[in-house]
């Protein structure tokens, strides 16, 4: 089973536009190169995923190291 769902906020005044522009988007879709593009976004989605980590896991260890050489890291570090 193949499912779609989206979702959209307007102003009132909006709405019939709104979904017009829904409706241009859903039709113009090329169905028979979904897989590929799906495969396509899933893979940057976690490229994303994969460097957001790294770069938390830094931040981490630099608070992680300013806690062990001053007590002012070490305050920061537990306050978040």
């Given at each position: 089973e193949v499912s779609l769902s989206l979702s959209s906020h307007a102003l009132d005044r909006n709405v019939?536009?709104?979904?017009e522009l829904l409706q241009d988007l859903t039709s113009a879709i090329r169905w028979e190169e979904e897989e590929a593009r799906l495969r396509t976004l899933m893979t940057r989605r976690a490229a994303g995923l994969g460097a957001s980590l790294a770069s938390?896991?830094?931040s981490y260890a630099?608070?992680?190291?300013?806690?062990?050489?001053?007590?002012?890291?070490?305050?920061?570090?537990?306050?978040?």
């Open positions: 019939p536009r709104m979904f938390q896991g830094l630099q608070t992680a190291a300013g806690a062990a050489l001053r007590s002012s890291g070490k305050v920061q570090e537990e306050m978040g």
